[in-house]
Nanobody, 124 residues
């Protein structure tokens, strides 16, 4: 059974940075595709970034401020966010597709396993 724990969220001022972590167990991360999604208050969940088994990446929105990366040895995926703006506020979810030999779109429908989310609030 895949277990996902997100961490690293919090309250940050505009212009600040955060690094979110997604620790996974019950999965061989090197075979998996991973996505980060954001759900803003009152809005639907939307993709932020995805990384495929072969480390192909997809970004949505202001891609210059965001970097997704993975450390298979630590079974952890990261989302580095810089120059944060209030519109980045929301609950950030990590999602895993445990076995994705062929790259699929970065869509919530692709991922069967989800964490509980970590809250990011960008405000003064």
């Amino acid at each position: 059974q895949v277990h996902i724990v997100e961490s690293g969220g919090g309250l940050v001022q505009p212009g600040g940075s955060l690094r979110l972590s997604c620790a996974a167990s019950g999965v061989t991360l090197e075979n998996a595709a991973i996505g980060w999604f954001r759900q803003a208050p009152g809005k639907e969940r939307r993709p932020v970034a995805c990384i495929s088994k072969s480390n192909g990446t997809s970004y949505f929105g202001d891609k210059e401020r965001i970097t997704i990366s993975r450390d298979n040895a630590k079974s952890t995926v990261y989302l580095q966010m810089n120059s944060l703006i209030p519109e980045d506020t929301g609950v950030y979810y990590c999602a895993i597709d445990p076995f994705q030999p062929i790259r699929k779109p970065c869509s919530s429908r692709v991922f069967p396993n989800w964490g509980q989310g970590t809250q990011v609030t960008v405000a003064t």
